[in-house]
T-cell receptor, first 114, second 116 residues
């Protein structure tokens, strides 16, 4: 069965410092993994996705994530935070089972201090 | 413009009064899904549809119904709303990949429902 654990409910960084948002997953099959961002009062927008190609995935706005099968992790990083990065981030797993369930993590709220 | 449109965006209703939240997409996506978002719980899947006339339960389907009579529309029906269905609801759509899982999900702006 699928599950997603986002290890931090809140992360606070200073502008210009690196961002690390952690995600661990459990999947019985070959998963597709995604990171989505939600700005206040908005829907969710795709940041990046892993679908069994390169393990280091680059996304929009300078974000990237590395798929580590041995650690069952898919952590999101960015070298230098910007004020506009303040939002909630969701790690998502979708399994290759012929079904179409998607499982969301509980979310990590990123705060960026000036 | 490619988009997923939900209506209404905000609704306050009373217990037991049937309501429908509409969802429409203009991208010819096969897959559509409804989620509810509650603080600290992320998004939980209510129902999803792989194509017209094909629907299935997600993780929290109790108290909800859906239908998929047309490819573009996927309404969420609350036959007898209760206060525990107060939540923020999102509709999403996606192409289906050859391997059977979903591609990128496109989300609507959300519908905030309050049941008194």
């Amino acid at each position: 069965a699928q599950s997603v654990t986002q290890l931090d409910s809140h992360v606070s960084v200073s502008e210009g410092t690196p961002v690390l948002l952690r995600c661990n997953y459990s999947s019985s099959y070959s998963p597709s993994l995604f990171w989505y961002v939600q700005h206040p009062n908005k829907g969710l927008q795709l940041l990046l996705k892993y679908t069994s190609a390169a393990t280091l995935v680059k996304g929009i706005n300078g974000f990237e994530a590395e798929f580590k099968k041995s650690e069952t992790s898919f952590h999101l990083t960015k070298p230098s935070a910007h004020m506009s990065d303040a939002a909630e981030y969701f790690c998502v797993v979708s399994e290759e089972t012929g079904g179409f369930k998607t499982i969301f993590g509980a979310g990590t709220r990123l705060f960026v201090k000036a | 413009e490619a988009q997923v449109t939900q209506n209404p965006r905000y609704l306050i209703t009373v217990t037991g009064k049937k309501l429908t939240v509409t969802c429409s997409q203009n991208m010819n996506h096969e897959y559509m899904s409804w989620y509810r978002q509650d603080p600290g719980l992320g998004l939980r899947q209510i129902y999803y549809s792989m194509n017209v006339e094909v629907t299935d339960k997600g993780d929290v389907p109790e108290g909800y119904k859906v239908s998929r009579k047309e490819k573009r529309n996927f309404p969420l029906i609350l036959e007898s709303p209760s206060p525990n269905q107060t939540s923020l609801y999102f509709c999403a759509s996606s192409f289906s990949t050859p391997t059977g899982n979903t591609g990128e999900l496109f989300f609507g702006e959300g519908s905030r429902l309050t049941v008194l």
